[in-house]
């Protein structure tokens, strides 16, 4: 990945627990896993709990229909890690329900809940409510979530760099599905873990009250999406708005201007969660009416 800590950066614990498994399944910790476990009380627990019921509690999707939202997400931020892996987990957790390379053969109302959500995470973000008039407001607020969750992932794989590597697609799948997104308690210890009311709320507030190596008003204004100083307001920019497009001179040039990844790390998961939930609120304003 381009930030080495993401690599190596990890607590003794997580270290452990990333040498046993990737003993035991002969393949390399994807970059995902990686990247939850660095540091997880500076966002990676808060966004967990919010994913795990969001792609695997009760709903009134499938978990095959939740991984063709995902898929539509990763699409629409051009993430090929992303992409790839949802279409895999269309495969496993649909069990032919759907097939990832006709989104056609998706029902008609889970089709209007994605064109729905391109609205709300696409360029411009003007969400669409009538394109889900027919869908109850309940079933369009869990693929909401579900987009949430992916539009902060999404933007972080891109900016990170996160790759596929040999075995990683079976055996990374496979294993997300069998433990439904769900990570051991003593690997995301540590840190407060304040309840605001709301799993939406705590990851709000999980890159804002976290202990930091950024000021805490740097993170309120990126999470904002308010104007910060340079180089971040540039650099922020291409996370919210075109994640795909972070290069790795880019993050070359932010360390040879003397910021440290973990600095990096912090304003690129910063930016990502406050784009994402603009794009949560506007979505949800719109249904409200």
């Given amino acids: 990945m381009r930030l080495s800590i993401l690599d190596h950066g990890h607590r003794r614990r997580a270290k452990l627990?990333?040498?046993?498994?990737?003993?035991m399944s002969r393949v390399d910790s994807p970059d995902i896993v990686l990247t939850l476990l660095y540091r997880p009380d500076f966002m990676s627990r808060a966004l967990l709990d919010l994913t795990a019921p969001a792609m695997r509690g009760p709903s009134h999707w499938t978990?095959?229909?939740?991984?063709?939202?995902?898929?539509?997400?990763?699409?629409?931020?051009?993430c090929p890690f992303c992409a790839v892996t949802h279409e895999e987990?269309?495969?496993?957790?649909?069990?032919?329900?759907?097939?990832?390379?006709?989104?056609?053969?998706a029902r008609p109302e889970l089709r209007a809940v994605r064109a729905f959500l391109d609205t709300v995470s696409g360029p411009g973000g003007e969400p669409d409510a009538t394109l889900v008039a027919g869908v109850p407001k309940d079933a369009v607020l869990e693929?909401?979530?579900?987009?949430?969750?992916?539009?902060?992932?999404?933007?972080?794989?891109?900016a990170f760099g996160f790759v596929l590597r040999d075995g990683q697609l079976h055996s990374g799948t496979r294993s997300l599905h069998r433990f439904g997104y769900r990570f051991p308690g003593f690997l995301l210890a540590g840190?407060?873990?304040?309840?605001?009311?709301?799993?939406?709320?705590?990851?709000?507030?999980?890159?804002?009250?976290?202990?930091?190596?950024?000021?805490?008003?740097?993170?309120?204004?990126?999470?904002?999406?308010?104007?910060?100083g340079e180089p971040w307001q540039s650099y922020a920019e291409q996370v919210r708005g075109a994640s795909?497009?972070?290069?790795?001179?880019?993050?070359?040039?932010?360390?040879?201007?003397?910021?440290?990844?973990?600095?990096?790390?912090?304003?690129?998961?910063?930016?990502?969660?406050?784009?994402?939930?603009r794009a949560y609120d506007a979505g949800r304003k719109a249904i409200d009416g």
């Fill in 17 to 23: 627990f990333l040498s046993a498994t990737s003993a």
């Fill in 63 to 78: 978990a095959g229909e939740r991984e063709f939202l995902a898929m539509g997400t990763a699409k629409l931020h051009e």
């Fill in 89 to 105: 987990l269309v495969r496993i957790a649909g069990v032919g329900e759907i097939d990832p390379e006709r989104p056609e053969s």
């Fill in 143 to 158: 693929a909401l979530r579900v987009n949430l969750v992916w539009d902060v992932v999404n933007r972080l794989a891109n």
């Fill in 191 to 228: 840190g407060t873990a304040a309840d605001h009311g709301d799993v939406v709320e705590n990851l709000r507030h999980s890159v804002l009250d976290a202990a930091g190596v950024t000021d805490r008003a740097l993170r309120v204004a990126l999470v904002a999406g308010d104007p910060v």
């Fill in 244 to 277: 795909y497009r972070v290069t790795d001179e880019e993050i070359a040039a932010l360390v040879a201007a003397g910021h440290s990844e973990d600095e990096i790390f912090e304003v690129t998961e910063a930016a990502a969660v406050g784009a994402a939930l």
